[in-house]
């Protein structure tokens, strides 16, 4: 296991290092996930439970291969997902994930997407909401390298704040060394909209039941594309914006 990492590596920059350091003796290795080409993954991550979560994956998507990931990050102390992927000719790599969380609780989302062939597609949706002083990040780095050209990669990331005291960081990083390539990043911060709230309220909803409403409007798209029947993905998201929204 290396050295305990520091705020000073960008990484690492808005971590909670000491919860970090309360299970780093402990972390395994990174997790390794090859999809072979013309493949589909989709994976879903829900939290364990645990005050500390950190989960690391290293992703290589072959020739035509296509990851759907769909991850909820709501750790009641320090969320971490790191996420490492690789794609070959015209791979198709799409992650929607969710940092929800309340309290003093400090979420993060990390990736580096490696685009190394030509023709592959990424595609990064997240979105944060955050009560209390809460600290919700996303870090996302796009490499594309000479041989990735007509890359298309996109990064869109959203958050709600619920409190002064709270914080979302989002961070896009792009390195492109090809001339032809698509690559865009949007990334936003608001509030609940005072309108809508008034709304929900001369409809007869109470404030905690009007936020919740809505704040499971703002991440519920998010779910979408989930294929089969397992979608408790979503129901724990509700769960935990209903507790944030109270």
Same mark, same amino acid.
């Given at each position: 296991?290396?050295?305990?990492?520091?705020?000073?590596?960008?990484?690492?920059?808005?971590?909670?290092?000491?919860?970090?350091?309360?299970?780093?003796?402990?972390?395994?290795?990174?997790?390794?996930?090859?999809?072979?080409?013309?493949?589909?993954?989709?994976?879903?991550?829900?939290?364990?439970?645990?005050?500390?979560?950190?989960?690391?994956?290293?992703?290589?998507?072959?020739?035509?291969?296509?990851?759907?990931?769909?991850?909820?990050?709501?750790?009641?102390?320090?969320?971490?997902?790191?996420?490492?992927?690789?794609?070959?000719?015209?791979?198709?790599?799409?992650?929607?994930?969710?940092?929800?969380?309340?309290?003093?609780?400090? +979420? =993060? &989302?990390?990736?580096?997407?490696?685009?190394? %062939?030509? $023709? !592959? @597609?990424?595609?990064?949706?997240? /979105?944060?909401? #955050?009560?209390?002083?809460?600290?919700?990040?996303?870090?996302?780095?796009?490499?594309?390298?000479?041989?990735?050209?007509?890359?298309?990669?996109?990064?869109?990331?959203?958050?709600?704040?619920?409190?002064?005291?709270?914080?979302?960081?989002?961070?896009?990083? +792009? =390195? &492109?060394?090809?001339?032809?390539?698509?690559? %865009?990043? $949007? !990334? @936003?911060?608001?509030?609940?909209? /005072?309108?809508? #709230?008034?709304?929900?309220?001369?409809?007869?909803?109470?404030?905690?039941?009007?936020?919740?409403?809505?704040?499971?409007?703002?991440?519920?798209?998010?779910?979408?594309?989930?294929?089969?029947?397992?979608?408790?993905?979503?129901?724990?998201?509700?769960?935990? +914006?209903?507790?944030?929204?109270?």
């Amino acid at each position: 296991m290396t050295a305990l990492p520091t705020r000073k590596l960008e990484a690492y920059r808005y971590a909670d290092i000491d919860a970090l350091a309360s299970v780093w003796s402990e972390l395994a290795p990174a997790e390794r996930v090859g999809i072979a080409a013309q493949q589909k993954l989709q994976q879903i991550w829900l939290p364990n439970g645990d005050e500390v979560e950190v989960r690391r994956v290293e992703m290589t998507l072959q020739t035509g291969a296509i990851a759907r990931i769909f991850a909820l990050n709501n750790a009641a102390r320090y969320g971490r997902i790191e996420l490492d992927v690789t794609m070959h000719d015209g791979a198709d790599f799409a992650l929607y994930g969710a940092n929800i969380g309340g309290s003093n609780s400090t +979420l =993060e &989302i990390v990736t580096t997407l490696r685009h190394i %062939a030509p $023709g !592959a @597609t990424s595609r990064q949706t997240v /979105r944060s909401v #955050l009560g209390g002083k809460a600290t919700g990040s996303f870090l996302g780095r796009i490499e594309v390298a000479r041989e990735g050209q007509q890359t298309d990669a996109e990064q869109s990331v959203k958050a709600m704040l619920l409190d002064r005291g709270a914080t979302a960081n989002a961070k896009p990083e +792009l =390195e &492109i060394f090809a001339d032809d390539v698509k690559c %865009a990043h $949007g !990334a @936003t911060v608001g509030e609940l909209d /005072r309108n809508q #709230l008034f709304y929900a309220a001369a409809r007869g909803l109470g404030p905690v039941a009007a936020r919740a409403l809505l704040l499971e409007g703002f991440v519920a798209g998010l779910w979408d594309d989930i294929e089969g029947d397992d979608l408790g993905i979503a129901e724990l998201a509700r769960e935990a +914006l209903r507790k944030v929204a109270a």
